[in-house]
């Protein structure tokens, strides 16, 4: 079992405190896994067994456990009599409604250490907020990395083999059942994990009945990753189309495919007025595996797909990710993370008469300029901004593997 090191150590800087571990991420990404690491090295480093509560409420044996007191008194009588410290895992959390009072209670009462799971962004909103008050920490988990995708096939970083092994990471993603699978396989995979987050995570919990509605919006989005949309755009799409939604109906909608990590939503920064702009927005997709899929794996829209896996990288890395608007000029993103700035453009080559560099500068801070290209070109800089092919600034330092 390939064990995610980054993300586990982040489970580890909280263990034993009084602050409630919530691994968040979309369906499939690794979190389950991750629990169980957890549970593994709980159990090396000499913790009894008794003391371990794991409970995965997505399994057959505890999938009528969705109630607050039948969650409740499951827990209950799994506390360990003999006084100890003992340690709670719970595997997709959001299965049980009412689910926090139980946790808060039990942080409050018992001498113990607190890690839950969940497919859901709402875990961090509305009661748990509340009731916890700061006393939680999100570790949101992504599919593998390009870096995590090499290790696990075994193919050195500075081998031939890696611009091969980018085309099969482009085109299948990231999410462990698919990397690890047989060529043949991988499209079938994909396909099951892309209708249980429609089926399981979005349409069942927002009570939609018409799913291939849904379906046909997140087939827009995923074709249009990293052009600017509105709900309103959106909806006059699907009526060229003799599909009738509303725009409250296409909010929700939107909402709904936002909590289930299936897209994330960026704003545009207005660069001069230092604010985010409200009318617009980009969305990508949390894997280009899912996107590819639902596109039918169509070959066109390079520079999309380049930019969405950019997006999520830098999003794996740790930064807040916005589009850049400066006057009537767009710049892909600024990413930020504590004091850190920095500005990347994104291109699957560099045009022969002009260069994407033109808008990075006219930007005058001195933060770092990236332009990333789909292309290797051979090139490190132009006019002072660094140039980086993407499967070199796929394996960077700074990837979450090291």
């Known amino acids: 079992m390939y064990q995610r090191?980054?993300?586990?150590?982040?489970?580890?800087?909280f263990k034993d405190t009084d602050f409630i571990k919530v691994i968040t991420g979309v369906r499939r990404c690794g979190k389950s896994v991750l629990l169980m690491q957890y549970k593994d090295y709980l159990l090396e480093s000499g913790i009894k067994e008794e003391n371990i509560i794991y409970l995965n409420l997505e399994s057959f044996e505890n999938q009528l456990i969705t109630t607050a007191e039948e969650f409740r008194e499951?827990?209950?009588n799994a506390i360990p009599k003999n006084n100890d410290p003992f340690y709670v895992l719970v595997d997709e959390i959001q299965f049980v409604e009412g689910w926090q009072r139980v946790i808060n209670g039990l942080r409050v009462s018992y001498n113990c250490d607190i890690t839950i799971t969940g497919s859901n962004a709402k875990l961090l909103s509305g009661e748990l907020a509340t009731l916890l008050s700061g006393?939680?920490?999100?570790?949101?988990?992504?599919?593998?990395?390009?870096?995590e995708f090499l290790v696990v096939k075994g193919i050195d970083e500075k081998s031939r083999e890696v611009d091969i092994a980018y085309r099969e990471y482009e085109k299948y993603g990231g999410f462990p059942g698919v990397v690890l699978s047989n060529e043949y396989l991988k499209e079938s995979i994909l396909s099951g994990i892309y209708d249980s987050i429609l089926l399981n995570d979005i349409a069942t919990r927002g009570r939609i009945r018409d799913t291939q509605v849904l379906k046909n919006i997140v087939?827009?989005?995923?074709?249009?990753?990293?052009?600017?949309?509105?709900?309103?755009?959106?909806?006059?799409?699907?009526?060229?189309?003799?599909?009738?939604?509303?725009?409250h109906t296409m909010v929700r909608y939107l909402e709904l495919l936002r909590d289930a990590f299936l897209f994330?939503?960026?704003?545009?920064?207005?660069?001069?007025?230092?604010?985010?702009?409200?009318?617009?927005?980009?969305?990508?997709?949390?894997?280009?595996?899912?996107?590819?899929?639902?596109?039918?794996?169509?070959?066109?829209?390079?520079g999309n797909r380049l930019e969405n896996i950019v997006f999520v990288e830098l999003l794996r890395r740790g930064y807040k990710v916005n589009v850049v608007r400066l006057d009537d000029k767009e710049i892909d993103f600024i990413a930020k993370k504590g004091e850190v700035v920095e500005y990347y453009q994104v291109a699957y080559q560099i045009p022969e008469n002009s260069h994407e560099t033109d808008h990075l500068l006219l930007i005058k801070d001195n933060f770092k300029k990236t332009l990333i290209t789909g292309r290797y070109e051979g090139v490190n800089e132009i006019d002072g901004i660094k140039v980086d092919y993407i499967v070199d600034w796929l394996m960077k330092e700074e990837s979450v593997s090291d």
Request: no cysteine.
């Open 74 to 76: 499951t827990i209950l």
């Open 219 to 247: 087939s827009y989005l995923a074709d249009n990753v990293g052009q600017l949309v509105n709900p309103s755009k959106i909806v006059n799409v699907l009526k060229n189309e003799k599909i009738e939604v509303s725009n």
């Open 135 to 147: 006393r939680y920490v999100e570790i949101e988990v992504y599919p593998f990395s390009f870096k």
């Open 264 to 302: 994330y939503e960026t704003k545009s920064y207005d660069i001069r007025g230092k604010a985010l702009l409200r009318n617009n927005a980009k969305y990508f997709m949390v894997d280009n595996g899912l996107r590819n899929h639902a596109v039918s794996f169509s070959n066109s829209n390079q």
């Open 5 to 13: 090191l980054f993300y586990l150590k982040k489970v580890l800087d």
